[in-house]
């Protein structure tokens, strides 16, 4: 019977091959599935599971910002992508395009959304009449395509699900208002449902989404040194209003052009969460986002009361937590290993003589400690244990983002650490691209943001020399 039985897998060392431990943790713990479309994935039901935890809590902080769902078409008039010409342009390698309907050719093609500002734009503009109707706070949650060249799971596909903010304001103040608060959200969501750390702070020109005033970004940092953007959030001003006629009468009955945010975050935060809390051993999972929280493993089950006593458990404790039972044939040391490399916070193991002393085991994934607790009060045990765990991936991550965050004060210096330490660079510039350029060619780094809370390690450019009062997180990146 035991070769009949899927053996746990092993999963090649992040410290050996970091790319090859990445596809081994979302393929082996069963997150994706390839597709026939080369660079679309298939996610699978505990992937996806993870994706409705965290669509769960983040629709709920949108609705608690007085946000509302709506739903918008999957494609979008070519002649209506091009009335904003920064935005084409910045979208054009990576849209796909419908020529066809049926055996006929269309008389104009269709974009498959790889956003959808325009087709918010276009219903904005045939709804909103006076400031009595400002200010618009939709989102909607949905998929996108982007003819990416090089795909990852989760990280960079052609098809991915994510949720979009579109949202109309009076002024230019309420819309930068909206912007700020938006990435507060995601930050918080990110730190603690998440337990990532992040930094928050303002894209350049050169990296802004095409089309806006200004973007704002979380960045998070990998286990191999790499940021993730996590999330943005962008202020357009009134360039798309003023593209797409969407005006309002003022309370003077001036007409006034709208003031326009995007703001977005999407299925490839659950790459950021394998990259920042996973081990050799697999995934670690934030319990707020865990499919399964706890797991109930019944040792000896054929004990005389053993299964009755884990199953009793099961019931209780899913009345607060997300909870399972493992009552398969597969050895007590294939199930351990198996829900470890799946990253479930708690594993629950119920034996005999926990039975006789009225008490369990809890084994924590985060660092493995084990300890018997009474069965007594046992829900606010997990639930102590799992706000604990959360603090500690937390805390962990932190340790991790400030050993690997490094300042460099010259060009030299950000040469030979971008060449050898893997991680965050702070350092100055002097706001001109070509010292931008010139680091991304010669140092392989690009600006990951410049922090909202500027702080100074020098007075010149780590580029060219000049005078230089801007501080930016620099780095590699997915």
């Not at 209506?80 to 093609?109: C, D, I, M, Y």
Request: net charge negative; hydrophobic share 35%; with cysteine.
């Amino acid at each position: 019977m035991a070769n009949e039985k899927k053996a746990v897998e092993s999963i090649t060392s992040m410290e050996e091959d970091f790319g090859q431990w990445y596809t081994d943790v979302v393929k082996k713990t069963d997150l994706i599935d390839y597709s026939s479309v080369k660079g679309c994935m298939i996610i699978r039901p505990y992937g996806y599971a993870i994706w409705e935890n965290i669509q769960h809590q983040l629709d709920k902080m949108f609705k608690e910002t007085g946000h509302v769902n709506v739903c918008m078409p999957l494609f979008i008039p070519e002649s209506l992508l091009n009335k904003e010409k920064e935005h084409v342009e910045g979208f054009a390698p990576e849209v796909a395009w419908v020529t066809h309907g049926g055996s006929e050719k269309l008389q104009e093609r269709l974009c498959v959304r790889p956003t959808s500002e325009t087709l918010f734009c276009e219903h904005y503009a045939n709804i909103i009449r006076s400031y009595r109707d400002l200010p618009k706070l939709y989102n909607q949650w949905c998929n996108v395509v982007r003819w990416e060249k090089n795909t990852r799971p989760f990280l960079r596909s052609r098809e991915f699900l994510w949720q979009e903010g579109h949202t109309m304001h009076a002024t230019a103040e309420e819309s930068q208002e909206e912007t700020q608060r938006m990435l507060r959200v995601y930050a918080e969501f990110c730190e603690k449902y998440l337990a990532i750390p992040v930094v928050m702070g303002r894209k350049t020109d050169k990296e802004k989404f095409a089309g806006a005033l200004e973007t704002y970004t979380i960045e998070a940092l990998m286990h191999d040194g790499k940021a993730l953007q996590s999330g943005t959030s962008h202020n357009f001003g009134d360039g798309f209003a003023r593209a797409f006629n969407i005006t309002y009468l003022d309370r003077n009955n001036q007409l006034q052009y709208c003031h326009q945010t995007s703001w977005g975050m999407s299925t490839r935060i659950i790459g950021g969460i394998i990259m920042t809390h996973g081990d050799n051993n697999g995934l670690v999972l934030p319990p707020f986002i865990a499919p399964t929280q706890v797991m109930i493993i019944p040792i000896a089950a054929h004990k005389s009361g053993v299964a009755e006593k884990a199953r009793e458990l099961k019931n209780q404790l899913g009345l607060k937590f997300r909870t399972d039972i493992d009552e398969s044939d597969n050895t007590p040391g294939w199930k351990f290993a198996e829900h470890e490399m799946r990253g479930i916070p708690l594993r629950l193991e119920l034996g005999p003589r926990d039975l006789e002393n009225n008490a369990c085991v809890l084994v924590r994934r985060d660092n493995g400690e084990k300890i018997s607790v009474s069965l007594d009060g046992l829900e606010e045990t997990v639930e102590t244990l799992l706000a604990d765990i959360t603090a500690s991936m937390y805390n962990l991550a932190m340790e991790r983002r400030e050993r690997m965050t490094y300042t460099a004060h010259t060009f030299d210096e950000m040469k030979e650490i971008a060449a050898n330490k893997p991680g965050f660079i702070k350092a100055m510039w002097c706001q001109d691209p070509a010292c931008e350029l010139n680091l991304k060619e010669r140092c392989d780094v690009t600006s990951r943001c410049m922090p909202f809370d500027n702080e100074s390690v020098s007075d010149i450019c780590v580029c060219c020399g000049q005078k230089a009062d801007r501080l930016v997180y620099w780095g590699k990146a997915y």
